[in-house]
């Protein structure tokens, strides 16, 4: 059984920073990518950032990209999510999701086998 943890979330201002993590445990160790993903009230959960594990290849969505790093550890399984400049846009629960093999994509929720409980984190501005 694979269990996802985020934590990071919050109340911030326009402009501030804030980081997620997302710690995995049980039977991960041959997990092909880890992501990120976000809902906004009323939104369809929507594609943020995503990592894979055997190149380190990242990609980003056109919202986030230059704004948000994602990084990671395999080896730790832990994956990261460095969100600077925030906009209120940006309000949403945001989950950790992971994908324990290549299903051929990786910014539509059905790439992804396991999905964390989500963090909110909110932009004030």
């Known amino acids: 059984q694979v269990q996802l943890v985020e934590s990071g979330g919050g109340l911030v201002q326009a402009g501030d920073s804030l980081r997620l993590s997302c710690a995995s445990s049980g039977r991960t160790f041959s997990s092909y990518s880890m992501g990120w993903f976000r809902q906004a009230p009323g939104r369809d959960r929507e594609f943020v950032a995503t990592?894979?594990?055997?190149?380190?290849?990242?990609y980003y969505a056109d919202s986030v990209k230059g704004r948000f790093t994602i990084s990671g550890d395999n080896v730790k399984n832990t994956m990261y999510l460095q969100m600077n400049s925030l906009k209120p846009e940006d309000t949403a629960v945001y989950y950790c999701?992971?994908?324990?093999?290549?299903?051929?994509?990786?910014?539509?929720?059905?790439?992804?086998?396991?999905w964390g409980q989500g963090t909110q984190v909110t932009v004030s501005s």
């Open positions: 990592i894979r594990w055997n190149t380190g290849n990242t």
């Open positions: 999701a992971l994908a324990l093999f290549n299903t051929g994509g990786y910014s539509t929720p059905k790439a992804y086998h396991h």
